[in-house]
């Protein structure tokens, strides 16, 4: 565009990203991934651009507008407001440098954490999974569509990826096990990143000719391993930055923000210069090493690169939603959703199974993770600027198949998997029990990060305004309501809750909601606490399980005294070290002694106490265990996980 053409280009820009901020509130108001809702805009806006293109283009622009900027818009209105003219010849470079800023910062929150809790089903979905995807799609196209064999496993090397745009929206308001989000995330992130080399170098083979299997694996190895050796230097450089170098002590974390950025940025430019689509690679490496090499500043990086993607997210879903042409999607006929149907509903569910193949995942898990695998913004982005090149070369056809068949596979998989993900995960009964706390005060909001931090779903019900708001700031769901109120407890999940605790300042209201917890809800625990040590004893003969905050206190200062040792590895519960009782639900541990028991425990891990009808005790190594013991475990956080996980507990 010529410089008069800024005047048509920021507007649109703007109100694009604008329209985008609305849509991602509106996902959140309603509870909804918001890819939902960008994607639907998307789909509006286009055909309306297109409408107000062609009427304008007929009557007429105005005469008083200058010669530069009627010439902008008479380019623009050429493909609709929202069309690839739109953005001057820059959409490639918008969407590549969209694409990199998303990537880096779903890699930045791959945690190795996270990654372990399900690392060998995770490793198979990104490889053996990966495969399965991609050559059942690919053969899928070919013999349903018609297509070549080159067009048709570029279309099944895209459509592997799910990607962090989808995947982590749907994971926002569906709270389901850390060990299944953990392979969703991984997946996600790693087959954005092969998806979309692996599609470079096949549209590359397709258009330069190449012809033999050596010269394609070395393509995809130059491109993969640019970007490896990009993104580690890159990482050293930000690492020794923010580690070692003064970046002003009045505002230091706004240049760390800055610098993690930049970095980003650099890292996909250097790599992409060097070979295209290196870059993913690229920032996908610095991202992932980034994220876990505990870096200064870490929580307001995390929060700054989470703004820039939603903006960046927003605009370029919407951008591209909007050049789709419905006829693209009619012209693939009913063999289209025939293709898509295996793909949603054959080969997912197959990778799903193989992959997770074992009892660390329930059936229902696997059901899950096999139907909630929407595709996101790899697929969109690179398909549709490998179609304007197809078509620029005179492939046409080929150029309206990828494009078609991508898109339609998102639409499919984004309205019926993440649109009802929810749904889904209710209906298969994978979303975690509800620990539901009233009171979004110090002593609640600690509390909820100490459930969180082990795995718990966490609910907090507050009324206070400032509350509410320091809570959601610290990443709670938070609620806002009486938690005195019978419909303000069903809507937090009072129906789907394990435990409701009252931690108010107020006895008064801690009673009510316990009392009111027990009588209404099939509640299996409900908790109160008593700030008046008077009301313990008025509280427990109401059947109401009680514990003092003057007590708690006093205990935690004698332990400090007596027994800091212990006291010091208590207050560091979940991190390091961690205590859980669970119920013997499992018949394989039924009439073994805990020295039996003990023999496949985890080696950080002991059975410290057993409980039975309500006696407790230190069980010795030939206890014999029933069902319905109450075990507890003490030791290491991921010995005791996976002790819990033996004795039936997920």
């Known amino acids: 565009m010529s410089a008069g053409g800024s005047s048509v280009l920021l507007p649109l820009v703007a109100a694009v990203i604008a329209i985008g901020v609305i849509a991602q509130v509106l996902a959140d108001r309603f509870q909804v991934p918001s890819v939902l809702f960008l994607i639907a805009t998307g789909l509006i806006l286009g055909p309306i651009s297109r409408l107000i293109a062609t009427t304008a283009g007929e009557g007429h622009l105005d005469p008083y507008v200058g010669a530069a900027v009627a010439d902008d818009l008479s380019t623009l209105l050429a493909g609709g407001i929202l069309g690839s003219n739109s953005f001057g010849g820059a959409l490639s470079a918008i969407v590549g440098l969209s694409v990199a800023i998303i990537v880096f ?16 089903e995770a490793v198979k979905l990104v490889t053996i999974g990966a495969a399965i995807s991609l050559i059942g799609t690919g053969l899928a196209v070919r013999f349903l569509l018609d297509a070549s064999w080159a067009v048709s496993f570029l279309i099944g090397s895209l459509l592997v990826a799910t990607g962090p745009t989808v995947i982590t929206p749907i994971l926002e308001v569906v709270a389901v096990r850390d060990r299944v989000a953990a392979a969703l995330e991984t997946e996600g992130i790693v087959n954005d990143v092969t998806a979309a080399i692996l599609a470079v170098v096949i549209f590359e083979a397709i258009v330069s000719d190449v012809g033999t299997v ?86 307001e990086i995390e929060a ?21 042409e419905f006829e693209f999607l009619l012209n693939l006929g009913p063999e289209g959703l025939l293709v898509v149907a295996i793909i949603a509903l054959v080969l997912r569910p197959l990778l799903v199974f193989v992959s997770s193949s074992g009892d660390r995942f329930t059936r229902g898990e696997k059901l899950f993770v096999s139907f909630v695998g929407p595709r996101g913004i790899i697929p969109a982005s690179v398909a549709t600027l490998f179609a ?16 078609g068949t991508v898109f339609l596979v998102i639409l499919v998989t984004v309205v019926f998997e993440a649109g009802f993900a929810r749904q889904i995960a209710e209906f298969l009964n994978v979303i975690p029990m509800r620990i539901i706390i009233i009171g979004g005060g110090r002593v609640g909001r600690a509390l909820a990060t100490r459930l969180a931090e082990r795995g718990e779903n966490v609910v907090i019900v507050e009324n206070d305004p400032t509350m509410v708001e320091q809570a959601r700031n610290q990443g709670f769901t938070v609620h806002k309501g009486d938690g005195t109120d019978t419909d303000v407890l069903r809507s937090a999940g009072a129906e789907n809750a ?14 009510l909601v316990a009392q009111l917890s027990s009588s209404t809800f099939e509640i299996e625990e409900v908790i109160a606490r008593a700030n008046n040590p008077d009301n313990v004893e008025a509280f427990e003969e109401l059947g109401v399980r009680t514990i003092s905050a ?46 039996e028991i003990g023999q496949e425990l985890p080696e950080g891990c002991l059975i410290a106490l057993a409980t039975r009808d309500g006696e407790t005790r230190m069980p010795g190594p030939d206890f014999t265990v029933q069902m319905g013991d109450h075990l507890t475990f003490l030791g290491r956080t991921e010995d005791v996980r996976e002790a819990m996980s033996i004795c039936g507990r997920a």
């Open 388 to 403: 304007i090149q197809l078509r620029d070369q005179g492939m046409v056809a080929a150029g309206d198949t990828l494009v």
């Open 550 to 595: 003057s007590d708690a206190t006093a205990w935690a200062i004698d332990n400090a005294i007596e027994r800091p040792a212990l006291a010091e590895w208590m207050t560091q519960l979940g991190e390091e070290g961690d205590v859980q009782e669970v119920e013997v639900t499992s018949d394989d541990l039924v009439g073994r002694t805990v020295r």
């Open 105 to 120: 910062e779903g890699a930045f929150h791959l945690k190795l954490g996270r990654i372990q809790e399900a690392p060998s």
């Open 214 to 299: 050596q010269e394609f694996l070395q393509l995809f190895a130059e491109r993969l391993g640019t970007g490896v050796v990009v993104g580690v230097l890159v990482t050293g450089l930000l690492y020794y930055s923010l580690q070692y170098v003064n970046l002003s002590p009045g505002n230091a974390p706004q240049n760390a923000r800055l610098l993690t950025l930049a970095g980003a940025v650099v890292a996909y430019g250097a790599a992409d210069a060097i070979y295209s689509e290196a870059g993913v690679a690229a920032v996908a490496t610095a991202g992932f090493l980034l994220g876990n090499a505990d870096v200064p500043y870490e929580e």
């Open 498 to 511: 394990s435990r409701i605790i009252a931690a108010t300042g107020d006895d008064d209201v801690n009673l």
């Open 304 to 324: 700054f690169k989470g703004d820039i993607t939603l903006l960046v997210l927003s605009f370029v879903f919407i951008a591209l939603a909007a050049l789709l």
